[in-house]
Nanobody
Framework: QVQLVESGGGSVQAGASLGLSCVVL????????MAWFRQALGTDREFVGA????????QVADSVKGRFTISKDSAANTVYLRMNDLKPEDTAVYYC??????????????????????WGQGTQVTVSS
């Protein structure tokens, strides 16, 4: 089985930066598109970005484009979300998720979170104005 473990959340002032990490643990017999979602209190889960298993292809949502960057260290089996110029509306629990793909260069950007096979427990990001 595969486990995803997020870390790096915290409480910061608006304009600050944070880096989140998602470590992929366990035996990975397949390749996955790795995604970041976030969910603010009382809201729907929102797609933030995704990256292909080989790290070559990445996409981020328009709402965070230019501020957030997703990357992957394949040797460390770790996916990163670098968040710059944080705003109060970025406050949410951030989750990483894995979507099985037939090829390592495929990036999946579906907003249907039910299609993702694995989820981390989430890490809280709080941005104060």
């Amino acid at each position: 089985q595969v486990q995803l473990v997020e870390s790096g959340g915290g409480s910061v002032q608006a304009g600050a930066s944070l880096g989140l990490s998602c470590v992929v643990l366990g035996r990975t017999l397949s390749t996955y598109s790795m995604a970041w979602f976030r969910q603010a209190l009382g809201t729907d889960r929102e797609f933030v970005g995704a990256i292909s298993w080989n790290g070559a292809n990445a996409q981020v949502a328009d709402s965070v484009k230019g501020r957030f960057t997703i990357s992957k260290d394949s040797a460390a089996n770790t996916v990163y979300l670098r968040m710059n110029d944080l705003k109060p509306e970025d406050t949410a629990v951030y989750y990483c998720a894995a979507y099985q793909t037939p090829q390592s260069n495929v990036v999946v950007t579906t907003r249907n979170w039910d299609l993702y096979e694995y989820w981390g427990q989430g890490t809280q990001v709080t941005v104060s104005s």
